[in-house]
């Protein structure tokens, strides 16, 4: 990956939606060879999708929590039961897996406290393998979906 590579990458981080055409004036290349690196990028991993990024609160997901879990065991069939289910959890918009206690943080949306009380209740504590669930609110975001540095 050169610097070249590295521009179209960080044009894109900016605005995914800018077309091949305007990618190519951004970075000064012509249409057909910012294209075939543009391809080389997506094949080679580096560029893994394209997508909307959309605001939670506006739709009505304003209620953000972090929920650290902590599993009953660390066997392989525990691990892979509760990652099986947990990306089945459309409110968990983020799920890693940690070193140490606990074993995962997760990045919990919900409309509100009851339907996150809900969510808790219902789903989150019926994870399999779960041991324990804390939870923290989130007061406000202060970096999100930021750009990789390139």
Request: a negative charge; one cysteine or more; aromatic letters at 6%.
């Amino acid at each position: 990956m050169d610097a070249v590579d590295r521009k179209i990458l960080a044009e894109l981080q900016n605005d995914g939606r800018l077309t091949v055409t305007e990618l190519a004036e951004r970075v000064r290349l012509s249409v057909s060879p910012c294209h075939r690196r543009l391809r080389a990028l997506e094949a080679s991993g580096a560029i893994s999708g394209y997508r909307a990024q959309l605001d939670a609160p506006s739709l009505g997901l304003g209620f953000d929590a972090v929920v650290f879990v902590t599993l009953r065991g660390s066997d392989r069939d525990t691990v892979r039961g509760f990652e099986d289910a947990v990306v089945e959890v459309p409110n968990v918009i983020q799920a890693q897996r940690l070193f140490g206690d606990p074993d995962y943080v997760m990045r919990v949306v919900a409309r509100d406290l009851p339907a996150f009380q809900e969510l808790y209740d219902e789903q989150l504590s019926a994870l399999p393998g779960v041991l324990r669930l804390a939870s923290t609110l989130v007061m406000k975001s202060v970096v999100e979906n930021r750009p990789l540095p390139l």
